[in-house]
């Protein structure tokens, strides 16, 4: 038996904002200040053991504390977004004096040609409400316990097989809450079908009309993943390596986040539903990937050592390989395509009643081979031409597909008494597009991609 432990500190020093909002701070928010967390003692143990004697049965297991780090773009963001450093304005009526030194804008509102700083600072701007980002005063590193136990078995010459389990658990995760927010009300919309009213939590005003969003980095959030592992496994001999593995897992979390830092953009759809009922949007994470079968393979086709120089030369220093995967597919959530709730985040609301990341995409399979041609050069100098594909059979794998569910309808009986057969605010119209591949920029699907490649090894 072999028992092994260790103990880490961790500390992340952490550059203090320069400026604090005094009208934050006189309504208790304080944006000049970010906790350093200083107490983080991680101990790790791990245990070996050779159970027969002989190394053909070895049960392994472990457990362990993790401290994550503050990532940069979360203090940059509380440093530079605290409504006085950094301020947006809108200006309308004509084009702005700046814009005029731009060549495609003829009439120099400067009078041509007078550098930038020359020109007079356009006027007639206003400003919306600013949004704010701060730190929780009480602010802790993310803090992650990881346990795992289980066996390998060598039942044959070469041949083993491997079953394990691995469980994360980790809190004080951190995520961005709006805190301007009164408690949610409860309201009621229809479904466009005619069905019965469908009731849904509405906020109201914001309590400080100071600002719009109040964004607090917090350390609220959580995270669970439990996985159980076999693996059947072939050590390389006789020219041939093997391993196929299947994995069951299952991640949950209420949706952790670092990088919400863009109100109104997509980040905006990184954040909870609800930012006063975080238990809401507890389910299946993102990235939860439910089944996993993975079988790759080696096969050096060294089997023209004992030809003559040419035949060596020709056939030998082949070696073919791939990797097969199929997975079930990951979560996704039936969105609505506006701000339902009324808290200013029109990208995570989803439809009444329905949980998040209770839809699946389509399963995921896909064949990547590889055949490689060694050339010896030098002793220690080899050239490698190489021919791989991904997909190679060209299986429409679906990767993203259109999550909303459900649009505002602006149509009102008696036009369309099928659809709407009362007139609440909202009336909610479904999408038929909804679960189909995704059209965009990137493709929805993983199409078949074949390279050439040629490298030197040495």
């Not at 389990?165 to 229809?190: K, S």
């Not at 035949?311 to 339902?340: C, H, K, M, N």
Request: aromatic letters at 12%.
């Amino acid at each position: 038996m072999t028992l092994s432990g260790g103990l880490r500190y961790d500390m992340q020093h952490i550059a203090q904002p320069k400026v604090t909002n005094p009208t934050a701070l006189a309504l208790g928010f304080n944006t000049g200040q970010i906790n350093e967390d200083s107490n983080n003692i991680g101990p790790r143990i791990g245990v070996a053991w050779n159970v027969l004697g002989n190394n053909k049965l070895v049960v392994r297991g472990g457990y362990g504390i993790y401290y994550g780090r503050t990532p940069s773009i979360m203090i940059g963001t509380a440093h530079s977004n605290n409504g006085i450093n950094v301020q947006t304005q809108s200006f309308s009526g004509g084009v702005p004096a700046q814009l005029a030194l731009i060549p495609q804008y003829p009439n120099n509102m400067c009078g041509a040609p007078n550098p930038q700083p020359q020109c007079a600072p356009p006027t007639g701007g206003t400003s919306s409400p600013p949004i704010i980002f701060m730190f929780y005063p009480q602010y802790v590193e993310p803090f992650i316990q990881q346990v795992s136990f289980g066996f390998e078995y060598e039942f044959a010459r070469n041949f083993s097989v491997a079953v394990s389990w691995l469980g994360v658990r980790g809190t004080r995760i951190y995520r961005a809450r709006d805190l301007n927010l009164n408690p949610a009300t409860t309201t009621a919309t229809i479904n466009v079908n005619g069905g019965s009213p469908v009731s849904f939590q509405r906020y109201g005003t914001r309590p400080f009309a100071a600002f719009g969003r109040i964004q607090q980095f917090e350390s609220t959030s959580r995270a669970n993943y439990n996985g159980l592992a076999m693996e059947v496994k072939k050590r390389f001999s006789h020219n041939f390596q093997f391993l196929a593995s299947y994995t069951y897992s299952h991640a949950l979390d209420d949706r952790p986040d670092a990088t919400a830092v863009v109100p109104g953009g997509s980040d905006d759809a990184k954040i909870v539903q609800y930012s006063t009922n975080l238990a809401s949007d507890y389910g299946s994470g993102d990235n939860d990937q439910r089944h996993r079968y993975v079988m790759s393979g080696i096969w050096q086709l060294d089997y023209a050592k004992d030809l003559n120089p040419l035949g060596r030369a020709i056939l030998g220093g082949w070696e073919l390989s791939g990797i097969f995967t199929a997975q079930a597919g990951q979560p996704y959530s039936a969105g609505v395509s506006f701000d339902l709730n009324a808290d200013g985040n029109s990208r995570s609301d989803r439809f009444p009643g329905v949980g998040r990341n209770t839809f699946r995409l389509p399963r995921f399979v896909s064949l990547d081979p590889r055949v490689t041609k060694n050339i010896p050069i030098h002793e220690n100098i080899k050239f490698q031409f190489i021919f791989e594909a991904f997909n190679i059979f060209n299986r429409a794998n679906v990767i993203a597909v259109n999550t909303t569910a459900f649009l505002r309808s602006t149509v009102v009986p008696p036009a369309t008494p099928v659809l709407c057969t009362t007139t609440p605010a909202p009336c909610l119209a479904p999408v038929a597009a909804f679960g189909t591949p995704a059209s965009s920029v990137f493709s929805p699907l993983t199409p078949r991609i074949i390279q050439l490649a040629a490298k030197i090894v040495f």
